[in-house]
């Protein structure tokens, strides 16, 4: 007969030159008849974990009882059983009493509830397809939409990334059309975690705008005018204008300073907007540092300490944009007007966290990116 001694740790039983595992599910999922696919899911991997899947799907068979490993294979298989048994609510163990392995309390279940799961499946299906925001708040619709998901991938009917981003554009309202539009006509395609921070940031955008109840501000471009400043209280200089006169908008002067009054980066109390005022705007949208140019398009952005809008002229560097149709042109420091083509939002990654920038205009012949500080405030 074989000898037999406990491990330490009371879980493993030693049988022979084999070692008997013992399986704990006193606090797993309690099978109900509702919850077969999250129950099969927790069960399964802890087969797989401790090896003993073959004793349930039938390649480990009982050996003959002359064999020298029958006594090791009768009390794994016995504490498998065991484990399926206390893992089941009361009221479906009734169902496995005339079971005599472990493989047939798996198959008894199985069957039970395999008819169940495939109509499980169709209603889930059928509801992703009508499942619709509404009201609710895009995280919120976000989230149910996903939990869906979660489900049918636990029930062996996973959704991929393509049919779950279409299933969850359809469901949007008609306020989110352009965004929609925008994914749907993208060349790569956008996976769910992309699409959860691309319509997160995009009803954000429609919050900021249903509050917005102000008149839009004239776009301007690093505050220089044709002629004499007009009460410019950042960076000011008295007499004619000068290029000179301004502060430059380059990074290398601006890293590293923190306003003493706002703690906003990037300028000093005595140039602060919110304790000396914003400047007046002259009537139209210009540009000072910024030329023309027929070269590939940058992408580096550059800090505007006088701009009241961001501005690019790469259509790559936006997420979604919208024609522009006004008559304003952006005026730069040569005196040539240039087109504004189109209006956007984007988000920038910065060390920390990503920036999101919104009322930025597209002008694809600007020479630099601008940033627009009173913007960033």
């Known amino acids: 007969m074989s000898s037999v001694t406990s491990t330490n740790n009371n879980n493993t039983i030693q049988v022979g030159t084999h070692t008997v595992i013992i399986l704990n599910t006193q606090n797993s999922i309690k099978l109900k008849s509702n919850n077969y696919s999250a129950w099969h899911v927790q069960m399964n991997a802890l087969f797989i974990g401790y090896d003993l899947t073959g004793f349930i799907n039938g390649t480990k068979l009982c050996p003959a009882e002359t064999d020298a490993n029958y006594n090791y294979w009768t009390r794994q298989d016995q504490l498998i059983l065991h484990a399926i048994i206390t893992s089941v609510d009361p009221s479906i163990v009734t169902t496995l009493g005339n079971v005599k392995n472990s493989k047939q309390a798996w198959d008894t279940l ?44 636990i ?7 393509v049919n779950l981003v279409i299933h969850t554009l359809n469901g949007l309202g008609s306020e989110y059309r ?11 395609p956008v996976n769910f975690d992309d699409l959860h ?6 009803e954000n955008y429609l919050n900021r705008e249903e509050n917005n109840t102000s008149p839009p501000i004239i776009a301007t471009a690093n505050a220089a005018f044709k002629g004499k400043p ?39 109390a005595k140039a602060c907007y919110k304790l000396h005022g914003y400047p007046k705007r002259p009537s139209g949208p210009i540009a000072h540092h910024a030329r023309a140019a027929s070269r590939p398009a940058p992408h580096d952005w550059i800090m505007d300490s006088g701009a009241t809008h961001h501005v690019t002229n ?64």
Do not use: W
């Not at 352009?178 to 790569?188: C, D, F, G, K």
């Not at 921070?197 to 995009?202: E, G, P």
């Not at 005196?335 to 920038?348: C, D, E, Q, V, W």
């Open 110 to 153: 199985k069957k039970m509830f395999a008819s169940k799961t495939r109509a499980r499946i169709m209603h889930l299906k059928e509801r992703l397809t009508r499942f619709t925001k509404g009201v609710s708040p895009i995280s919120e619709y976000l989230h149910s939409i996903k939990a869906i998901a979660d489900e049918l991938a």
């Open 155 to 161: 029930i062996n009917s996973p959704l991929d990334d």
């Open 314 to 377: 790469a259509l790559d560097n936006l997420h979604v944009t919208n024609p522009y149709y006004g008559n304003d042109e952006l005026l730069v420091g040569d005196g040539s007007s240039l087109h504004i083509a189109n209006t956007s939002k984007t988000s920038i990654q910065t060390k920390s966290h990503p920036l999101h920038l919104s009322n930025i205009l597209h002008v694809p012949k600007i020479s630099q990116n601008l940033l627009s500080i009173s913007s960033l405030c």
């Open 230 to 268: 007009n009460n410019f209280k950042r960076g000011t200089a008295s007499g004619p204008s000068n290029s000179n006169s301004f502060r430059s908008a380059s990074p290398a002067n601006l890293h590293g300073i923190v306003c003493q009054y706002c703690d906003k980066p990037n300028h000093s």
């Open 178 to 188: 352009e965004i929609a539009t925008a994914i749907r006509t993208r060349e790569n």
């Open 197 to 202: 921070d691309l319509v997160s940031d995009f």
